[in-house]
């Protein structure tokens, strides 16, 4: 088994200062082999922010496994967004923008979605998805999982449109052995399959420190994962502490990822009209 601590879209420069302890003790807490965050730590990608996303990182435990979000490209400076764009984020997070990590029985792969022209929509190109491909090399048979900021699918809450390449990718994933997706932006926790994917399973975070909250209190998630299962649960703030929900667990069976319904509270409703 293998314990992820998934976080996203901190947003430090419009974060909840507050919540920076509690977070960092209910990590630490969660004993988790892996921490992953999933984008946006900053809200415009300026020194100052990023600064206080390495003080975080630097108090979570580790390993950390950190992919950008449209928020972390220079905002104010329209030329290093051009000439070195994940500069800040790569020294913040001392890694690259589409990290590798695994394990005895779990492997991730990253891929960076924040693109320098469609950075608030993202976008990925045939040879991003090559790379992830590539980041599964040594996978054998862990269970694999892809890490981006940007979802593949609307759900819970849609941001219009998709971003540029998420079909190709989506359609993609189960060739290379990708099982799960873990991703942010749009600030509201997601799990369900993938709707024409359904060996794939979304897993779409909600925001652990942002002041933008889009009707869920911030949270972040902890997945335990097997090679044909995984229990997730949200650990959802609570004023001056981020409190564990009771877990959904979900099995892979021939036609794809299923739910113990017997587990927990049901899935977030789909929605396809709401707006950000
Ligand atoms: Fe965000
Ligand atoms: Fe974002």
């Not at 509690?22 to 020194?47: F, K, W």
């Not at 060996?199 to 972040?220: A, H, I, M």
Request: aromatic share 6%; glycine share 10%; proline share 7%.
């Amino acid at each position: 088994m293998t314990r992820i601590a998934h976080l996203s879209d901190l947003h430090f420069g419009a974060h909840e200062p507050g919540l920076i302890d509690p977070l960092c003790e209910a990590v630490h807490a969660a004993q988790p082999d892996l921490v992953v965050i999933s984008g946006d730590l900053a809200q415009r990608g300026t020194r100052g922010q990023f600064a206080k996303a390495r003080a975080l990182l630097d108090a979570l435990p580790g390993p950390r496994f950190c992919v950008p979000g449209n928020h972390d490209l220079p905002h104010w400076n329209p030329i290093l967004r051009f000439v070195d764009g994940y500069g800040r984020f790569r020294r913040a997070t001392q890694g690259p923008t589409e990290p590798v990590w695994r394990d005895d029985a779990t492997a991730l792969a990253g891929i960076n979605t924040a693109h320098r022209l469609h950075w608030q929509r993202g976008e990925i190109d045939p040879g991003q998805i090559d790379q992830l491909r590539h980041g599964f090399d040594e996978a054998g048979d862990r269970l694999r999982i892809a890490v981006m900021h940007h979802p593949l699918e609307h759900a819970a809450l849609n941001i219009d449109p998709l971003m540029v390449g998420a079909g190709r990718l989506l359609a993609a994933l189960p060739g290379m052995g990708a099982r799960i997706v873990l991703s942010g932006h749009v600030h509201v926790s997601y799990v369900a399959p993938f709707t024409d994917t359904p060996e794939v399973l979304f897993v779409q975070n909600g925001t652990s420190l942002s002041t933008r909250r889009r009707g869920e209190d911030n949270l972040f998630l902890t997945l335990d994962t097997g090679r044909d299962r995984v229990r997730i649960t949200r650990h959802v703030a609570d004023g001056t502490r981020y409190v564990p929900h009771h877990p959904e667990h979900w099995s892979l069976a021939p036609g794809g990822w299923q739910r113990d319904t017997a587990s927990g509270a049901g899935v977030t409703p789909r929605t396809r009209s709401a707006r950000a």
